[in-house]
């Protein structure tokens, strides 16, 4: 999958979601705005630019995200060119809050990977939390194919498996540099969800053994027995105290509002109290392998 899976909390109420869509809601008034001015009817603006009339409803009330052409082709049929360069500022604005995986991945997984590598070499401390996946820094090989096997059947984006595990095992690298602080969380169920063969899984887990070890790396694991004081709706990423990434099926939410930050910071926190580390977190990582391992065996015969 895409990052380095996770739903939402049930009633969908994350700030950043709502941060879309009344960024999508004021783009589609002022867009409305400029209609009216002039003194065009929906069914009028629709039949200039060879839309159907739906559309220019589901841009003014933000139940659709324009293209770049969309908002070009608008401010031209409503006299309004001088307006097209704000305009197109504020889709480009609210596309980086608001990435749709579709989007993204039409040329491919590997220049999502090349992207977020950027950003990596920007970050200085990471802060991930996983509810259902190994985190993408500290992957295999094999478990990261089938990572992104699993987004190209889901999103049927073009088959650049090679490339895409290639970019992100040279992300792997900034793991060594230790002007680099990474702290992971992640749930006991993250190491046994079954989102690849056991023998893959088990050589997984083997490699989150060797680098917990590192000395710029802190590996926590919440055991399945741990009573919560939050619970683990999804998982996110915190990049130093600048953006919160959140996954959703259908896309990335890049959360930047300094209360989201706050927010995110104070749960990390919370569910960092509860995880084992060291010896501890080790021991329920080599439980997991003990149980798995009958099963790869048998995989592999």
């Not at 049930?10 to 209609?35: I, Q």
């Not at 991930?128 to 059947?153: D, H, K, N």
Request: glycine fraction near 6%.
């Amino acid at each position: 999958m895409p990052r380095d899976g996770m739903t939402l909390p049930p009633t969908n109420k994350v700030s950043g979601a709502t941060n879309v869509h009344e960024a999508r809601s004021a783009l589609g008034k002022r867009l409305r705005e400029l209609r009216r001015q002039a003194g065009l009817s929906g069914r009028e603006l629709a039949e200039s630019l060879s839309w159907p009339p739906s559309k220019i409803s589901k841009l003014e009330n933000g139940h659709q995200t324009p293209s770049d052409d969309d908002i070009r082709g608008w401010t031209t049929a409503t006299s309004a060119e001088d307006e097209t360069e704000s305009l197109l500022a504020s889709l480009h604005t609210l596309e980086v809050q608001h990435a749709e995986w579709q989007r993204q991945f039409r040329v491919g997984m590997r220049p999502h990977q090349s992207e977020i590598a950027q950003l990596d070499a920007k970050t200085r401390l990471f802060r991930a939390f996983e509810v259902s996946v190994i985190p993408g820094l500290l992957q295999t090989s094999e478990y990261a194919r089938a990572r992104f096997a699993e987004g190209i059947a889901l999103y049927g984006s073009p088959n650049d498996v090679d490339q895409a595990v290639r970019v992100r095992m040279q992300r792997q690298e900034i793991l060594y540099r230790r002007d680099k602080r990474f702290h992971f969380v992640l749930t006991e169920a993250a190491l046994r969800f079954r989102r690849c063969p056991a023998d893959v899984l088990l050589a997984q887990l083997d490699r989150l053994m060797s680098l917990s070890a590192l000395p710029n790396v802190r590996l926590g694991i919440i055991a399945e027995e741990t009573a919560y004081a939050v619970g683990p709706w999804h998982g996110f990423w915190l990049r130093d105290n600048n953006r919160v990434m959140v996954e959703t099926y259908s896309a990335e939410l890049n959360l930047a509002q300094p209360q989201e930050i706050e927010l995110y910071s104070k749960v990390f926190d919370q569910l960092a109290a509860i995880a084992s580390y060291g010896r501890a977190a080790r021991a329920i990582i080599t439980r997991v392998i003990d149980q798995l391992a009958p099963e790869a065996s048998e995989d592999g015969s």
